[in-house]
């Protein structure tokens, strides 16, 4: 069994399980656009990387590890496409399937600190963390930076919002902070004042700090 069947196999169950909590061989079937089949899935219990009892499938432990792989790379890689090379969304899934079972983990680290390590793929789902998240490296400069940490009186451009917390999102999207649009900091104490086109507002630091913006004002 090829690598890229695999890896596809068990992004499938990862997508189950995330969005179900649960996966078994018939919900396979149904998102299988590929025609892998209940062979690939007994092939994949053969080689250690998943479990299926009752017809219900459970990842193992190095199951686990390469789905989380391999679904954290298309993710970070939606994230580049759109939010660096500017790509469509239709042209942005294609590529994030291509990116994921070529690039080599270091480089997935790299591109990771690179966009400030990002909690949620354009389409607003999550994005598995790796170590260089629990470790906030830094050490590829940044493209990105929290608007807590824009300078004062100087606009720059919001390349994404990264919070796992719909209230807080929908607040943003409510005051029509999105990506693409320039922001500018008038004030950071006793709270962070933002100034927009048409619009002024008093944020405390935590949401502040979800708003990422382009270094470079882009």
């Given at each position: 069994m090829k690598r890229q069947d695999i890896d596809e196999c068990l992004e499938i169950v990862w997508h189950l399980l995330e969005s179900h909590g649960k996966a078994n061989v018939d919900s396979f079937k149904r998102h299988d656009e590929d025609d892998f089949g209940l062979e690939a899935l007994n092939k994949l219990e053969k080689i250690s990387l998943l479990r299926i009892t009752d017809g219900n499938i459970e990842l193992t432990d190095d199951g686990q590890a390469k789905a989380k792989q391999v679904v954290r790379c298309h993710r970070?890689?939606?994230r580049l496409l759109s939010d660096v090379l500017?790509?469509?969304p239709d042209?942005?899934?294609k590529g994030a399937c291509?990116?994921?079972h070529i690039l080599a983990p270091e480089l997935v680290e790299s591109i990771c600190t690179l966009l400030g390590h990002p909690k949620l793929c354009p389409h607003g789902t999550s994005i598995p963390s790796g170590d260089c998240c629990q470790k906030k490296e830094d050490s590829v400069t940044s493209a990105v930076i929290p608007l807590t940490k824009a300078k004062v009186g100087v606009s720059y451009k919001v390349a994404y919002i990264n919070t796992g917390?719909?209230?807080r999102l929908e607040k943003l999207l409510?005051?029509?902070?999105t990506p693409g649009v320039k922001l500018k900091i008038s004030q950071k104490y006793p709270s962070y004042v933002i100034q927009g086109k048409n619009m002024q507002l008093a944020m405390d630091q935590d949401i502040t700090?979800?708003?990422f913006v382009w270094k470079n004002g882009h």
């Open positions: 970070l890689a939606e500017g790509m469509k042209e942005v899934e291509e990116f994921e917390i719909n209230s409510n005051f029509q902070i700090e979800d708003i």
